[in-house]
């Protein structure tokens, strides 16, 4: 058979599956070919089912990495009666859910403590924005902004941080510090801060840096001393002397100490005055793990 006749002569077998119903049947009057027509496509239908039911049981736009998500936990903040705008920016930011277990991800906006392994937590949000902003609104700042004109935007200046964790709080602190250093004495998890900054540098381009040092944060970090701002936690029976050593004139330290009242602790906050005179208050009850020494 010359290529001529094979071009000419139909296609009989196999047939397209757009053509099967052109088959002729013996006996009846021969059919033209149907228009092809669209496949089916049985497991479509399954998977916009599933789809459906997805977006039944998550309204669109509102998944973990959503700016909306993070909104709702700052409206609860701002009920809980934190005010400073920049906290509440940093806190509509930084994606908390980066920062704990994958088995606790639909925690991570809630307004609790969470397990961070090792026998560590990441404190609820209240309490770390209650915290920071006792910092943002120190009464020394002003001897902050006269040092430093524009510094109004970091008013956490050269920044402290005792007990690094997962990084979350360090996350925020780089938001309103010019500079954090954070300190944390279990190396896994000042291996996992690490990695946590690392992913949101990658999320947030040009997120400010922290630096973090694995060390006993119970005697500070004296080589970047002193510090406008200094935050712990973790808590103990007294506040380490080498912390009110490194705190700046001007500067504030907040951080959960024992009451000496069966062990419940409070937040003890210290402000430098000018004249490097220290002046002790007290807040609110809180709950933290226990302050220790040396590294592990």
Not at 44 to 67: E, F, K, M, Y
């Amino acid at each position: 058979m010359s290529q001529g006749e094979s071009e000419r002569k139909p296609r009989r077998f196999p047939l397209q599956l757009d053509r099967v119903s052109a088959v002729p049947v013996p006996g009846a009057a021969p059919r033209p070919f149907l228009q092809p027509r669209e496949l089916l496509r049985p497991q479509a239908p399954l998977q916009h089912a599933a789809q459906d039911r997805l977006r039944q049981t998550i309204p669109q736009g509102v998944g973990l990495d959503s700016v909306r998500v993070r909104r709702r936990m700052v409206e609860r903040l701002v009920a809980e009666g934190i005010s400073h705008p920049g906290l509440l920016d940093a806190f509509g930011q930084v994606p908390r859910h980066q920062f704990v277990d994958t088995a606790l991800v639909n925690q991570a906006y809630e307004d609790t403590s969470l397990p961070i392994g090792l026998g560590q937590t990441i404190s609820k949000p209240s309490v770390v924005a209650a915290m920071i902003q006792l910092l943002c609104v120190r009464p020394g700042l002003p001897v902050l902004a006269a040092a430093r004109p524009g510094s109004e935007a970091r008013p956490l200046g050269a920044c402290l941080e005792i007990g690094t964790g997962c990084g979350y709080q360090a996350a925020l602190l780089a938001h309103l510090a010019r500079q954090v250093v954070s300190i944390e004495r279990l190396r896994d998890l000042h291996h996992k801060a690490r990695q946590h900054l690392d992913q949101l540098r990658l999320t947030l381009p040009g997120w400010p840096d922290v630096r973090l040092v694995y060390g006993d944060g119970m005697v500070g970090h004296a080589p970047q001393a002193p510090y406008d701002t200094i935050i712990a936690a973790a808590g103990g029976s007294a506040l380490p002397q080498a912390w009110l050593d490194q705190l700046a004139p001007g500067g504030r330290l907040v951080a959960p100490t024992e009451d000496g009242r069966g062990g419940s602790q409070v937040l003890a906050i210290v402000d430098r005055l000018p004249d490097g005179s220290l002046q002790h208050s007290r807040a609110g009850a809180v709950l933290f793990v226990p302050l220790k020494s040396g590294t592990r």
